[in-house]
């Protein structure tokens, strides 16, 4: 048994990265940022944001393990002005396989299908297909680093974005870079066993199919940016991380009328785009947030 939770050393999910010797087996949090505008308006509304994330990694054999797990966020905000506001909800799963190619090598493949829209009237056409597959080398236990490919179906079209991770543990485990781009990036240090500092980037990239009077006639394109900087209290012998969050976040919320879709879009690059904008909900605002995380902690067990 010891030697099958070992092996999890080298699991490192897409939303992780190299080198690091403990999983976030669930984490929650909750945000709200400044008053935002609309384009050429005076009219402002609040954006909320809610995300709950499990993962739970299956070892099969010394050569393979099993990833699984659901993710879940929500925003709140007004989407058109002099309006009510919209719920936007996406619920994510994962499904794939680890294969390990001795003590340095590994890949990953993963199939990630959603449900996102504003969970009205839900059907088959709330559906989304994607998948990942990531290549990762595992210098030692403080370096690392991953290249791969994320797919997916929006309601605008097909997104393609290119991966690219890197992992650093300084020796003394006091400093740490973690980087999964262009989706997040964190780098943190330890004041004290119990509580650390650190700035991290998130980016949000999602579309949600809207009801307007019972019908299906326009989705919103998210396309998000939070810049934060924290401070992280462990608790419960590690196991539980707590952390406040202030930071800056670059929020941009378009609608398009449901039949108009692009060819096809690459990171920021959008090909064959010649959508009519209804709406956008776009601006700069400070942003708020708090946020627990369930961690296992590796490197105890190899003691």
């Not at 009801?211 to 939070?226: A, C, H, K, L, P």
Request: glycine share 6%; with cysteine.
């Amino acid at each position: 048994m010891k030697k099958k939770i070992i092996q999890l050393i080298l699991l490192i999910l897409p939303f992780l990265c190299n080198a690091q010797e403990y999983i976030d087996l669930f984490s929650v949090n909750y945000g709200k940022s400044q008053k935002t505008t609309f384009e050429n308006s005076f009219v402002t509304t609040l954006i909320s944001t809610f995300q709950t994330n499990l993962t739970l990694p299956i070892v099969l054999n010394e050569k393979y393990t099993a990833i699984t797990g659901v993710n879940f966020s929500s925003y709140n905000l007004q989407l058109f002005p002099d309006a009510n506001n919209n719920n936007l909800y996406s619920t994510n799963l994962r499904a794939g396989l680890r294969i390990s190619h001795g003590e340095h090598w590994s890949e990953i493949y993963l199939f990630l299908p959603k449900v996102a829209s504003d969970y009205i009237n839900l059907s088959n056409e709330d559906i989304y297909l994607g998948g990942l597959a990531l290549l990762k080398y595992k210098r030692d236990e403080n370096f690392g680093y991953s290249f791969g490919l994320y797919g997916s179906t929006e309601a605008y079209g097909l997104s393609m974005v290119p991966i690219l991770g890197l992992y650093y543990h300084s020796p003394n485990k006091r400093f740490e870079m973690n980087f999964f781009m262009p989706n997040d990036a964190d780098i943190n240090y330890s004041l004290t066993d119990k509580t650390r500092i650190g700035i991290d980037f998130l980016g949000h990239g999602n579309s949600y199919k809207l009801t307007t009077d019972n019908v299906r006639s326009n989705y919103v394109e998210n396309n998000s940016i939070d810049f934060s900087s924290y401070v992280q209290r462990s608790v419960f012998d590690n196991k539980i991380l707590l952390r406040l969050k202030f930071g800056y976040s670059l929020n941009q919320f378009r609608v398009y009328p449901i039949d108009q879709k692009l060819d096809l879009q690459i990171l920021a690059l959008k090909f064959g785009d010649n959508r009519t904008r209804l709406f956008e909900d776009k601006s700069n605002t400070i942003l708020l947030k708090i946020e627990a995380i369930y961690r296992f902690d590796l490197s105890t067990i190899k003691k």
